[in-house]
């Protein structure tokens, strides 16, 4: 890395460290600036909504649509169902993530025509930043939302930015802004299974020998975030799930599918009656397949099983996870 | 295109779902869903008449519900609570907010709660049964009898509750809601024992199997074949009593537990 780099994620992590140390506890792990952003207003609206689409879709339907597309988390009214997405690994699907800001950031552009056109990108930067906001300003979005601008950015002015730098930074930036979050497993859990992906995709789908179909695609994608999850998976919720990759695999072709149709359901639901009845047993039928699979999947015996990784061999494991990136894959 | 196919290949999925979880031709289904803790019940008739007793405290319910059909409409021929606390109400809501139930039956116990005003609101318009003790209930062949109304005097909710007993050609299941000593006293065990023909294959055990919902002089009149119990995983009342699990073992009774099964299904012919 350049001197100049050096110089700048040095001060910036020093500020980090400085801002997490002043204003948290660390044997709490509580700070003292909490970002507390929907308004009543807002809330409001969505439990309308929400109530909506409860008359039109079953549980545990309803509250994954509602998890994937708007980012409110209603599974407490499911609990025994929540568990089972614990045990198969599948847990991240029903969160609002990075992928759903790309999708729409992508979908903005589709719709304006050029990625090229300053305006377009400040366009799609304000809607996915409004998105971002509706879905309750969760850490592991605002990470996506600067990553993915500063991306777009770097195309526009021509430049690959080094992906691992952009991760690591909209890192940093966050912390700064809002030191809690560095105590959140989803902003944690999302940080690490990015690295993990910025890492290990190339190599892991070439092992599989080539991205040849969709789900090999998604094979690899769940294998490579999952080398540096499952270990601090285990380390915090003493838990590993062994049929996460294979369950991940079969379903996560649907998630694109349904947060798109989902939009649209809801989009349906607030303005047409009849539409979005019409709509409804559409949007089923991905969900009931995320469903039905998953209830499947966690009758497994061994689905999940207790293991608990203690923190030395967690580091260790990192250690030589990184160790053995660099001397393979990095040279 | 890839997504038109995607989508054959879902409602493919969809309809093979629905098959394996309807019942088999000819046979009545009788599930204890696993709603954590709490109690629901779910039958579904040779034709495909659907009975709910009791909601449990979360849509886990609607959830169990929902698999029964082909897609997102829901009808319920009859619905009963049991009585209004919260951990047999909550999901009755929901299926009454989503479905369209043709009728409910309830007691109409007097108690204050914001769920059993949110019930009541529900229920406008449903054509509501108030039973009696002997009261008869059909649906499309299998009979549901009114054993007894609960106390609706006593402070105690749980001596309201609702006690059926559910019965399919020869088989009988003794759904007693959380029914504790009071209540269990008031039932007539001969009147009882007349009415079933040979076994009772299922008792589920009152008041998700808790010292109080076993009364023995009931209980030791009744030819027991299958014991379920409806409760939590680590449920922070010390449910089941050792006491249910130990008598129940001595009456040699098949002991089944949602905690540790999950849905408990039956079928009979």
């Known amino acids: ?331 | 295109m890839a997504v038109v196919k995607q989508f054959i290949f879902l409602v493919a999925f969809c309809y093979a779902r629905f098959l394996y979880y309807s019942a088999p031709y000819g046979m009545v289904k009788l599930a204890f869903v696993d709603v954590d803790q709490g109690d629901a019940i779910y039958m579904q008739t040779v034709n495909g008449k659907k009975i709910i007793v009791d909601g449990g405290p979360n849509f886990e319910v609607d959830a169990y519900v929902s698999k029964h059909f082909l897609t997102t409409d829901c009808t319920i021929d009859l619905l009963i609570l049991s009585h209004p606390h919260f951990d047999h109400l909550a999901g009755l809501i929901r299926v009454l907010e989503r479905c369209v139930v043709s009728a409910v039956v309830y007691n109409q116990t007097q108690y204050e709660s914001k769920e059993y005003a949110d019930f009541k609101t529900a229920i406008k318009g449903v054509k509501a049964i108030v039973p009696k003790q002997g009261d008869l209930l059909t649906v499309d062949g299998v009979v549901l009898k009114v054993v007894s109304v609960g106390l609706q005097n006593d402070s105690n909710l749980n001596n309201a509750s609702l006690v059926l007993l559910v019965k399919s050609g020869t088989y009988e299941v003794l759904l007693t809601g959380d029914l504790e000593f009071a209540g269990l006293k008031e039932i007539d065990s001969l009147e009882l024992t007349k009415y079933i023909a040979g076994e009772l294959e299922v008792y589920k055990a009152a008041h998700h199997g808790s010292r109080n919902g076993l009364y023995m002089p009931l209980v030791d009149q009744l030819d027991l074949q299958t014991c379920v119990i409806s409760l939590g995983k680590n449920n922070k009342y010390g449910h089941p009593s050792p006491d249910v699990i130990n008598y129940f073992n001595s009456r040699k009774c098949k002991i089944f537990r949602t905690d540790l099964f999950g849905s408990i299904e039956f079928l009979f012919e």
């Open chain 1, 1 to 331: 890395m350049a001197n100049r780099q050096l110089i700048i994620y040095g001060t910036l992590t020093l500020l980090a460290l400085v801002r997490i140390v002043s204003s948290c506890n660390l044997s709490t792990q509580k700070c003292t600036t909490e970002a507390a952003v929907a308004s009543n207003f807002l809330r409001t609206q969505k439990s309308d909504l929400e109530h909506k689409i409860f008359a039109l879709l079953p549980s545990p339907h309803a509250e994954l649509l509602v998890g994937m597309t708007i980012g409110d988390d209603l599974f407490k009214n499911v609990p025994i169902f929540k568990q089972k997405l614990k045990d198969t690994g599948t847990i991240h699907v029903v969160v609002v993530s990075g992928f759903n800001i790309s999708l729409v950031f992508g979908l903005v552009i589709k719709m304006l025509g050029s990625a090229y056109l300053k305006r377009n990108l400040l366009f799609a930067f304000c809607i996915t930043f409004f998105y971002a906001l509706i879905s309750g300003f969760e850490p592991p979005v605002i990470r996506a939302w600067i990553m993915g601008s500063l991306i777009a950015l770097g195309k526009y002015y021509g430049r690959k930015l080094p992906i691992v730098q952009v991760l690591v930074f909209s890192g940093l930036v966050l912390v700064l802004f809002n030191p809690s979050y560095f105590f959140s497993f989803s902003f944690q859990l999302s940080f690490l299974a990015t690295l993990s992906l910025i890492l290990f995709s190339e190599p892991i789908s070439g092992a599989l020998g080539g991205a040849k179909n969709l789900l090999l695609t998604d094979l690899s994608s769940t294998l490579a975030a999952q080398i540096l999850v499952w270990p601090y998976i285990s380390y915090q919720f003493k838990t590993v799930s062994l049929v996460s990759p294979l369950v991940n695999m079969l379903v996560l072709w649907t998630v694109p599918l349904a947060t798109v149709i989902g939009g649209l359901f809801i989009f349906a639901v607030i303005v047409s009656q009849s539409l979005s009845v019409l709509i409804a047993p559409i949007i089923f039928l991905p969900l009931d397949y995320f469903v039905t699979l998953i209830d499947m999947f966690s009758k497994l015996e061994f689905a999940s099983i207790d293991f608990t990784i203690r923190l030395p061999v967690l580091v260790f494991y990192y250690i030589v996870i990184g160790f053995v990136y660099f001397k393979k894959w990095r040279l």
